[in-house]
T-cell receptor, first 113, second 113 residues
Framework: GDSVTQMEGPVTLSEEAFLTINCTYT??????LFWYVQYPGEGLQLLLK?????DKGSNKGFEATYRKETTSFHLEKGSVQVSDSAVYFC????????????FGTGTRLTIIP | DARVTQTPRHKVTEMGQEVTMRCQPI?????VFWYRQTMMQGLELLAY????????DSGMPKDRFSAEMPDATLATLKIQPSEPRDSAVYFC???????????FGQGTRLTVV
């Protein structure tokens, strides 16, 4: 079945550091890929997405590129801020007929000033 | 600003009691998901509906959990009888399916004592 494996946390970085959170997936079809973010006490919010190979999703300075050859969708940001502290989830959704989102375990990110 | 609304936000109940959680999906969305989040298991899909029909509830303990959509504006998740191991945050999400993102509510934090 489908699965998502993401980098174990927690991750602690200093402000303005470069961020990478790794995500790889296993899927039978041609999934869409997502990164969600969860701030304390809140539900998950979509951060970015990519629907086909080589697409790059971007939002709020975060980027991730859909790499079919390595089945990966790593999240990156060039300069993190304290406000980026949250839990980040990688997820996939299969194509027609099976829209359920499969999530990774989440990576807790803490940015220190 | 369209959003998924969940009630109650918090619920404390005694073991053996019935618990009902409610969700109002975003108007026009045809796909509804119920997820459970715990520290140990992360995000688990309990059930999902398309056009109010249940498509997959394999993640849900059938003996005590039930999920329904009485109409397009209401989804319910019931636990009867509740047990301490059911303590978790329960999220409802809705979407348009077909590889699009899901929009999450703020969750119901359930504590069973």
């Amino acid at each position: 079945g489908d699965s998502v494996t993401q980098m174990e946390g927690p991750v602690t970085l200093s402000e303005e550091a470069f961020l990478t959170i790794n995500c790889t997936y296993t899927a039978t079809g041609y999934p869409s890929l997502f990164w969600y973010v969860q701030y304390p006490g809140e539900g998950l919010q979509l951060l970015l997405k990519a629907t086909k190979a080589d697409d790059k999703g971007s939002n709020k300075g975060f980027e991730a590129t859909y790499r079919k050859e390595t089945t990966s969708f790593h999240l990156e940001k060039g300069s993190v801020q304290v406000s980026d502290s949250a839990v980040y989830f990688c997820a996939l959704s299969e194509d027609f007929g099976n829209e359920k989102l499969t999530f990774g375990t989440g990576t807790r990110l803490t940015i220190i000033p | 600003d369209a959003r998924v609304t969940q009630t109650p936000r918090h619920k404390v109940t005694e073991m053996g009691q019935e618990v009902t959680m409610r969700c109002q999906p975003i108007l026009g969305h045809n796909t509804v998901f119920w997820y459970r989040q715990t520290m140990m298991q992360g995000l688990e899909l309990l059930a999902y509906f398309r056009n109010r029909a249940p498509l997959d509830d394999s993640g849900m303990p059938k003996d005590r959990f039930s999920a329904e959509m009485p109409d397009a504006t209401l989804a319910t998740l019931k636990i009867q009888p509740s047990e301490p191991r059911d303590s978790a945050v329960y999220f409802c999400a809705s979407g348009l399916g077909q590889n699009t993102e899901a929009f999450f509510g703020q969750g119901t934090r359930l504590t069973v004592v």
